[in-house]
């Protein structure tokens, strides 16, 4: 009688509680969900350029799932910056050239297979000149990878510990002391994104220094860079963090905002070829902050562009920021009117 009494109390406590409720049901389906619209887009199919390439292999190229267009090298250049082609093939005193965008390493090879393949079908068996538009030839996945991933972690840790770090100052009774004094709303929350911002610092500084200089990231862009897009990252979740707390009761309930904020956002973030992400999702990048600053962490990094280049990258997390700084003001409302 009384397990029965016990088992019967959990169960409408769950049903009490919509949100975790919500999140045990509807969550694992969704995450399900995007993880196979994202796995089973389109392939996606590489585009090369070429330039003085003898028919026959220019036949034997077309014949291969790939997008083949006649451009000269500074057309090459161009979209590769673009990001619109994977690779540039030219032929220079009969001798094959091949020029490869190069910041993904996996793209890279694929392309080397296909071209090294229609070159020497026809009986000539030459050995092409590769060179590297972006990245070198040692370039590894973890290059690849690592400038996400350091968007990645800085975004996620800060966005946890801000979150329940807002969450025990209201819990805690700080916040409403805070909101009875003439303080204003504003007032509270920059102070606050300020005081956990110090630390957001420190944290961010210590992931780009140790990545870069202890796990030998490949670094071709100037540090600086590197350092402002992840310490934007991290207050971009700093903000959203306390923002979201000012909606949870306790730490179990910032926690069930992972797989909603967090998870969607590995998808998109460039760990998965976007290009070959279903259309029904394809939309959820451009709107998440990670999506941006992983975008710009690449372009420093691997490509070793600059500011111009990263600006708009820059202005977009930073413009997250103000927006999730302007909703906790609002959101505050709920203590207290003025």
Known sequence: MRVKAITVRIIKQFFHDKRTLAMMLVAPLLILTIISLVFNGEDSVPSIGIEQVPEPVKELLKEQKITVSEMDQGDAEQKFREGSLDAWITLEDNQPRIVLEGSDPGTNQMVLNIVQQAIQSP??????????????????????????????????????????????????????????????????????????????????????????????????????????????????????GTLLSTYAHNELQIIQFIPIVIVPQVFFSGLFDLEAISDLVSWIGPITPLYYAADALRDVMIRGLGFEEIAINLAVLFGFSLLFSAANILALRKYRSF
């Open 123 to 240: 009986g000539q068996k030459m050995k092409p000149d590769v060179e590297y538009f972006y990245g070198t030839e040692d370039m590894t996945s973890f290059d690849n990878f690592g400038p996400v991933l350091i968007g990645f972690f800085a975004f996620f840790f800060v966005f946890l510990i801000a979150g329940v770090s807002f969450l025990r100052e209201r819990t805690g009774g700080t916040l409403e002391r805070l909101m009875g004094s003439p303080v204003k709303k504003s007032e509270i929350v920059i102070g606050y994104l300020l005081g956990f911002g110090f630390f957001t610092l420190i944290q961010s500084t210590l992931i780009v220094i140790y990545s870069i200089y202890v796990l030998d990231l490949l670094m071709i862009g100037d540090f600086i860079w590197v350092l402002a897009v992840t310490l934007l990252c991290a207050f971009t979740a700093l903000s959203l």
